[in-house]
């Protein structure tokens, strides 16, 4: 099983975050933080020039729904999406929501990361 989903688009970084935040709009989600993480490993002093942003997608309904489950779960949240580039493609992944909730060892917390990992790989489908 794979802990991660990850799709190639021809889009550049900043059109297929533009994209993203549609799509996910659409299912719910909002984005709550756009990080370029190589913005700030450069400040830092780091050289790091490939383009990396991780971007921080809630569904307030599905947070509220999880932490009044197992509070514990908020480890997990927000989920993160990730778009970089890498050998000159850009590409869009998400660590899946189920293999975190599988450790959680609870039937309806995995439903409900189910059906979050759908919805937000749809998003990433249709930001391609």
């Known amino acids: 099983m794979n802990f991660h989903y990850t799709v190639e688009t021809d889009k550049s970084i900043d059109e297929t975050v533009k994209a993203l ?8 989600f909002g984005v709550l933080w756009d990080f370029d993480l190589t913005a700030k490993l450069q400040e830092k002093g780091m050289d790091f020039d490939s383009p990396y942003r991780v971007l921080e997608v809630c569904n307030p309904k599905e947070a509220d729904r999880v ?30 929501p189920t293999t975190l909730i599988d450790l959680a060892n609870n039937e309806k917390l995995t439903e409900i990361a189910t059906d979050v990992e759908n919805r937000l790989i749809r998003s990433i489908d249709q930001a391609i």
């Open 21 to 28: 935040e549609t799509t996910l709009k659409e299912e719910q």
């Open 67 to 96: 932490l009044k489950e197992d509070k514990v779960i908020g480890y997990f949240l927000p989920c993160k999406i990730v778009v970089y580039e890498d050998a000159g493609k850009t590409k869009i992944g998400l660590p899946k």
